[in-house]
């Protein structure tokens, strides 16, 4: 190796490692600011269906609820037809909403300390917090990925993944009786309180 190139890699090495920390760090922004947004919502909400209702637009926002659904449902996604991914993919975007809506008790406010972000692989970044709610601590990490944005792609909740869970779930159902089953399991799920 040249004097040259060696000063060369000297210089790019520096380089690519703030750039992965500017990467980090701006994700983490982001999440900070939808975290942020959700909070602000969730303190003005006076019902549960109201408090869906204001959530939804944020969280349509922030989360990439079509790669959610895709990694969800597991390899059987490529076998449902243009329609039924639409389909699947409003109704998994209903459920998680208000699941997630659901964990809120309507007038209290969660406090949400971030940790410092990583960055596992090239568009990547996982920040992890920890969530203090209702005298209790949560381990909470957000997998956000870089597409037009970063967008919140997965959730690890006390070290169990929403998308893993969900996934035990849709692909047996896709086994049991494919897309048909997928969805009607989706959309009985919606149709519970």
């Known amino acids: 190796m040249t004097v040259r190139q060696l000063l060369s890699l000297l210089f790019l090495v520096p380089c690519l490692c703030l750039s992965a920390a500017d990467t980090a760090a701006d994700a983490q922004q982001r999440l900070h600011g939808a975290v942020d947004e959700v909070l602000k919502a969730a303190e003005g909400a006076k019902s549960r269906p109201a408090l869906h209702d204001k959530l939804r637009p ?15 449902i597991g390899p059987g996604w490529r076998q449902f037809t243009p329609e039924q991914q639409s389909k ?4 998994f975007t209903t459920l998680i909403i208000r699941s997630y809506s659901n964990k809120f008790t309507l007038g209290e406010h969660p406090e949400v300390l971030y940790q410092k972000a990583a960055t596992p692989a090239p568009g990547r970044v996982d920040v992890a917090t920890t969530t203090v709610y209702q005298g209790s601590r949560y381990a909470v990490t957000y997998r ?9 792609t997965d ?3 006390e070290g169990v993944s ?7 779930q849709l692909d047996a159902a896709f086994k049991k009786g494919g897309a048909a089953t997928v969805l009607s399991s989706l959309s009985d799920s919606t149709s519970r309180p």
């Open 162 to 168: 929403m998308i893993a869970n969900y996934r035990s």
């Open 58 to 72: 944020i969280l349509e926002k922030h989360i990439a609820f079509g790669a959610m659904t895709r990694r969800a």
């Open 155 to 157: 959730v690890v909740i």
């Open 144 to 152: 956000m990925e870089q597409e037009e944005g970063w967008h919140i």
């Open 88 to 91: 699947a993919t409003q109704l």
